[in-house]
């Protein structure tokens, strides 16, 4: 009988090359070219899930494979291994709260506990970075209880009106640190920290679009990015699929079944607090990129670079820069949209789905569960032929006079 767990070795974790190494039981490593992460991945209620057991770094694979058993063993149980985490790490939360502890270490206490629900566990969203720069300084030895609005608007008004993005992630951070104390039966009110950004004052920001290519000129801009290195694949491949940078640079092979590749949700811009997996329908024109990308295959990373994971949106910037061209790459998803409105390509609702985004509120998203995949991809190879020319290749002028 076939082993179906414990099938790596602490040699072959290390000698692997990046990619997706699968241990069994659920239990796998998503490994890049100086660091891993482990990944217990089970299903329950028909809705697999990923659950993050820490870095490579941090954990070993004996120490992961006690991980994948312990929560192997709740869901046996009937819990889901996700919830019944953080249910664990509220009690530790509630058991602090009967002290009085200082800001900075509730706020550790805040991070851990919401830290599944973020990208790359915080790390790439950078969650805890606005804080540690800006509050911690200020106030992260105070305890938690003794903050008055003013030690909040005293912190961030120095950068309230130099640095308003930053500081108002910061603001909002600490308002969950707050709210979660509350919870928690602290002896504090979270409407200190609104009552601080009102002595801050407002602050009218002016709107910025991200710079993006007009519509119109996509076609000519995807001929000029031929080539084969990392970067113009990449670029290319983010024009046919319309999706998001990280969701693009970060595409794996192993990804792809078919013509249908599914992001993982740790790669998606979360919605409501879910990281959920995303299909993406491949037009014949991203299939025949995807050869390309093949013919200089090293791994299972589609973009990979040398010197990080997966190519870095600088190196994207690079050659775009170097072109001369003004637009970004999340702005080709701008120029989609504004594609498919211009010519009426598709529905409201396949469009928006086409692009991620979450359509109608949550009540109606509970009743229309449909990821809209057979129009998504009527609608994707008619972008992908325009991008590429073949839908001018595909139209017969008219002869003076003929109809």
């Given at each position: ?9 602490a ?12 241990d ?8 890049a070219?100086?660091s891993g ?29 006690k ?5 192997a ?51 790439r ?51 969950i ?10 002896d504090?009110?979270?409407f ?6 009102h ?9 910025r ?71 993406v329908?491949?037009s ?23 010197r ?10 690079k ?29 409201y ?46 139209v ?8």
């Amino acid at each position: 009988m076939a082993r179906t767990k414990n099938k790596l070795t602490a040699v072959a974790v290390k000698k692997a090359p990046p990619g997706i190494l699968q241990d069994g039981g659920g239990l796998m490593l998503h490994k890049a070219e100086a660091s891993g992460r482990w990944v217990y991945r089970y299903s329950i209620a028909g809705r697999r899930r990923d659950m993050g057991l820490g870095t490579l770094a941090d954990v070993s694979l004996s120490d992961a494979r006690k991980a994948r058993d312990r929560w192997a063993s709740v869901l046996a149980s009937g819990k889901d291994p996700i919830s019944e985490r953080e249910r664990e790490r509220q009690e530790v939360a509630a058991e602090l709260g009967k002290d009085d502890p200082l800001f900075e270490d509730w706020a550790m206490v805040v991070f851990e506990a919401r830290k599944s629900q973020l990208r790359g566990e915080g790390k790439r969203g950078m969650w805890l970075s606005p804080l540690q720069n800006h509050i911690f300084p200020k106030i992260g030895k105070r305890r938690i209880s003794t903050l008055h609005q003013a030690d909040i608007a005293d912190a961030l008004r120095p950068i309230w009106r130099k640095k308003f993005d930053t500081a108002e992630k910061a603001l909002q951070r600490t308002h969950i640190i707050f709210r979660h104390a509350k919870l928690a039966g602290l002896d504090v009110d979270p409407f200190v920290v609104e009552a601080a950004k009102h002595i801050l004052g407002e602050v009218r920001q002016p709107k910025r679009h991200l710079p993006s290519t007009p519509w119109q000129k996509i076609p000519e801009l995807y001929t000029a990015l031929a080539g084969d290195s990392a970067g113009r694949l990449c670029l290319r491949w983010l024009i046919l699929t319309a999706v998001r940078g990280e969701s693009g640079r970060g595409a794996r092979f192993s990804e792809i079944d078919g013509d249908v590749w599914t992001v993982p949700g740790e790669r998606m811009k979360g919605a409501e607090g879910r990281l959920e997996d995303f299909r993406v329908p491949l037009s014949a024109a991203a299939l025949e990129l995807l050869e390309e990308i093949k013919a200089r295959k090293t791994g299972d990373l589609m973009f990979c670079s040398y010197r990080t994971n997966f190519i870095s949106e600088v190196s994207l910037l690079k050659v775009l820069n170097g072109m001369g061209e003004v637009g970004r790459p999340h702005g080709f998803r701008s120029s989609f949209r504004s594609w498919v409105q211009d010519n009426e390509a598709a529905s409201y609702e396949v469009a928006e789905t086409a692009l991620a985004h979450k359509v109608g509120n949550k009540i109606e998203r509970t009743y229309a569960r449909s990821d809209l995949l057979e129009p998504r991809r009527v609608l994707m190879n008619a972008w992908g032929q325009f991008v590429t020319g073949a839908a001018a290749q595909n139209v017969l002028p008219l002869r003076r006079g003929g109809h």
